[in-house]
């Protein structure tokens, strides 16, 4: 008997995986390793043997400088890191919308497959459509919200103008997205709800947020663990949004680490600086994900 005859069951699989596993590789892992080694070099983007204007070389080892001026002198660094904690937090909102958008359109009433329509209408338009649509929502000149504003006798508010409102302005545009993708997954979680454990908790006299709260909820645990993981991951990658409504303005207001490595990158010809940019965001989100993946096996091993 062969090698191949003992050990086929074995090695086909691989056979199987390989295509996937190089396409992985090249399209994944390895931009990944190229964008961390770049963040140790001061680079301009352009041939890499050339030289600049000053006699330079485009590309030149700096090791971590990049990643202690970022530290130490941007300012405006921070202010991507704290617009990227203000998109984390306040894009959570989204999933208890979802959830209740959820219920409501579970409900077996006439009609209510077009009003569902309706809802997840949102979450297949594309980003950039609902930035320029919420552009023209804002305009404090002729804007859909200055006339609801005038019709209550207030003032018009430039929410993409002032600095302290550009960046709640676009996280509001992002919810509708983000509502419905959560309702979404809400409403195939309910389609798996047992109705037994249902007829069971009326029967103990469970009703409304009580019923809710101990019988439905915990048998949406999945696409509650999906919805947050998704939403928290989308919210640290936001780009398109910010992109199309205010350019990272006003003065920079507005900006999240996933702009400004695109604007270092691309328009202030930093790429390495933008690749350590990239590397701290993506550092971010590994950690998050490791420690939500340490999380949800924990708990698994406890229920077991």
Do not use: C
């Not at 295509?19 to 892992?29: D, G, K, R, T």
């Not at 700096?62 to 904690?85: Q, R």
């Not at 959560?182 to 009580?210: C, K, P, Q, S």
């Not at 640290?236 to 990158?265: C, H, N």
């Amino acid at each position: 008997m062969t090698f191949w005859e003992r050990n086929q069951l074995k090695i086909a699989p691989f056979f199987f995986l390989a295509p996937a596993i190089l396409i992985f590789l090249i399209y994944v892992i390895y931009p990944i390793v190229d964008s961390i080694w770049v963040s140790f070099h001061e680079w301009n983007g352009m041939d890499k043997k050339g030289l600049r204007g000053n006699g330079e070389p485009n590309w030149k080892w700096v090791g971590l400088d990049h990643y202690i001026t970022l530290f130490t002198d941007d300012e405006e660094f921070y202010v991507s890191l704290f617009n990227n904690i203000r998109w984390l937090v306040f894009s959570l909102i989204a999933i208890p919308i979802g959830l209740m958008l959820a219920l409501f359109v579970n409900q077996k009433i006439v009609g209510m497959r077009y009003i569902k329509s309706l809802f997840y209408f949102p979450f297949v338009i594309n980003a950039v459509v609902i930035g320029v649509i919420f552009t023209w929502f804002y305009n404090p000149k002729y804007g859909a919200l200055t006339f609801v504003l005038g019709f209550f006798g207030l003032d018009p508010i430039p929410f993409l103008a002032e600095e302290n409102l550009a960046t709640y302005g676009i996280i509001i545009a992002s919810f509708f997205p983000g509502i419905a993708y959560t309702m979404i997954l809400y409403i195939t979680g309910l389609t798996g709800v047992n109705r037994e454990m249902i007829e069971a908790g009326r029967i103990d006299g469970a009703a409304g947020f009580t019923m809710l709260w101990h019988v439905v909820l915990p048998q949406l645990k999945p696409a509650t663990l999906i919805a947050i993981v998704v939403t928290i991951v989308g919210s640290l990658r936001s780009f398109d949004l910010i992109a199309v409504m205010t350019a990272g303005g006003p003065w920079g207001s507005s900006e999240v680490l996933a702009y400004k490595m695109y604007q270092e990158s691309l328009f202030n010809y930093r790429m390495g600086y933008g690749a350590a940019i990239a590397t701290i965001l993506f550092l971010i989100m590994d950690i998050y994900i490791a420690w939500f993946l340490y999380r949800l096996f924990k708990s698994e091993k406890t229920e077991k």
